[in-house]
């Protein structure tokens, strides 16, 4: 049951990308690439065979992950506008209360077992990927430095530079005080920021635009 479920969840998003994003992305004018971020400290490091889209459940869990849940629709294209199909999008973020799952994290904010914190989808045909996860909690990385909610994404393609980046969440008030953000123009920054596409349970939507080599 497990695995119809997670089929026919794929079919759903790559059957579904194409129809909400596609006016999104006919009404961007012109297609700048995605600013670049750092990856941060916290890449995952330990082997993990459960990576789907569904970072809300653990494989042979029955428990579901804490927080609010929310989906991610993205697309992936080159910077002609062309969707980029099979491009490797590798994901990672906190859990509801900030908390990374890796060896060097400090908080002392609980681990969450139910919450998968990491995964690894492919775009489709269309450019399209489609991920379920929980609203990243916001955390502590220095004196009077509050990181705001976000996801990390690597995202690889032969023809294409690797994209290391952050995806944010709009009208977060953390934005504006974020050390990482403000270092970007304001044309980037609204680049690395996802639109609310839905709110039963929160969609956000975000466009990835790779250069070409």
């Known amino acids: 049951m497990v695995e119809l479920r997670r089929r026919s969840f794929i079919g759903y998003g790559i059957a579904g990308i194409t129809a909400m994003l596609s006016p999104f992305a006919r009404a961007t004018e012109l297609f700048h690439p995605t600013p670049a971020e750092t990856e941060g400290p916290f890449y995952p490091v330990r082997a993990q065979k459960d990576r789907d889209f569904d970072l809300t459940r653990v494989e042979g869990q029955t428990g579901s992950?804490?927080?609010?849940?929310?989906?991610?629709e993205g697309r992936v294209l080159d910077t002609s506008g062309n969707p980029v199909s099979d491009a490797t999008v590798d994901l990672w973020q906190a859990n509801a209360?900030?908390?990374?799952?890796?060896?060097?994290?400090?908080?002392?904010n609980p681990l969450d077992p139910n919450f998968q914190g990491w995964a690894i989808v492919p775009s489709g045909r269309d450019g399209g990927f489609r991920f379920k996860t929980v609203f990243p909690?916001?955390?502590?990385?220095?004196?009077?430095?509050?990181?705001?909610?976000?996801?990390?994404?690597?995202i690889t393609k032969p023809g294409f530079r690797q994209l290391t980046t952050q995806m944010y969440f709009p009208g977060h008030p953390l934005n504006e005080k974020d050390h990482l953000l403000r270092r970007k123009s304001e044309a980037e920054r609204?680049?690395?920021?996802?639109?609310?596409?839905?709110?039963?349970?929160?969609?956000?939507?975000?466009q990835v635009v790779l250069w070409q080599v």
């Open 65 to 72: 992950a804490q927080g609010t849940v929310i989906f991610v």
């Open 97 to 108: 209360v900030g908390r990374y799952r890796h060896p060097d994290e400090s908080s002392r």
């Open 137 to 154: 909690g916001a955390y502590s990385a220095g004196r009077g430095w509050a990181r705001p909610p976000h996801i990390h994404f690597k």
């Open 190 to 206: 609204k680049l690395m920021i996802a639109s609310l596409a839905g709110s039963d349970p929160p969609m956000y939507r975000w």
